[in-house]
């Protein structure tokens, strides 16, 4: 069974960090492309940031270019999302899904909350 | 960045009854468009890829149409479950994008 699990959220105050994992099972996690999407509370969905397979091609969002590091460990069958300068604006549900043709897979997100 | 719009924001609609809802993209997209559908509290789950291509395990009452950048999603007959928001999404150019959602209400 496919699993995604995101940990590492919390409360941040802003202009702090926060490091954000998927743990990934259930697939060979070095065969896939990752993504980091985001959910602010009550709002629509906001892509992120996307890696290929084996890392060397990454994407992000106008929104954390420059604040945002993706990352994968694929012997670890691990995703990572390195966050700075965190804004009030970066406060949401954070989901890793699996894939680029289609998020079929998700996980169930994580909360970010930056806030003094 | 390409923009996408999804129409009606919000839908009211009974069960059993034909659902349609529109994305249209700020350019062209090719095929390259998802639709999602999100229930509260849960993460989204994939409908359509490419536009007309069911996802596994969705049901034959969903499907995708369009192409360029206009694009619908028809739902031919309500089921409780399918009371949510919709999401539209392209993947033709960086930043991939979402668009704002559509809310499918019971009448």
């Known amino acids: 069974e496919v699993q995604l699990v995101e940990s590492g959220g919390g409360l941040v105050q802003p202009g702090g960090s926060l490091r954000l994992s998927c743990e990934a099972s259930g697939f060979i996690f070095s065969s896939y492309e990752m993504n980091w999407v985001r959910q602010a509370p009550g709002k629509g969905l906001e892509w992120v940031s996307y890696?290929?397979?084996?890392?060397?091609?990454?994407y992000y969002a106008d929104s954390v270019k420059g604040r945002f590091t993706i990352s994968r460990d694929n012997a670890k069958n691990s995703l990572y999302l390195q966050m700075t300068s965190l804004r009030a604006e970066d406060t949401a549900v954070y989901f890793c899904?699996?894939?680029?043709?289609?998020?079929?897979?998700w996980g169930q997100g994580t909360l970010v909350t930056v806030s003094s | 960045e390409i923009v996408l719009t999804q129409s009606p924001a919000t839908l009211s609609l009974s069960p059993g009854e034909r659902a349609t809802l529109s994305c249209r993209a700020s350019q062209s997209v090719s095929t390259y468009l998802a639709w999602y559908r999100q229930k509260p509290g849960q993460a989204p789950r994939l409908l359509i890829y490419d536009a007309s291509y069911r996802a596994t395990g969705i049901p034959a009452r969903f499907s995708g149409s369009g192409s360029g950048t206009d694009f619908t999603l028809t739902i031919s007959s309500l089921e409780p479950e399918d009371f949510a928001v919709y999401y539209c999404q392209q993947r033709s150019k960086w930043p991939l994008t979402f668009g704002p959602g559509t809310r499918l209400d019971i009448k």
């Open positions: 890696i290929s397979s084996s890392g060397t091609t990454i």
């Open positions: 899904a699996r894939g680029m043709t289609g998020y079929y897979y």
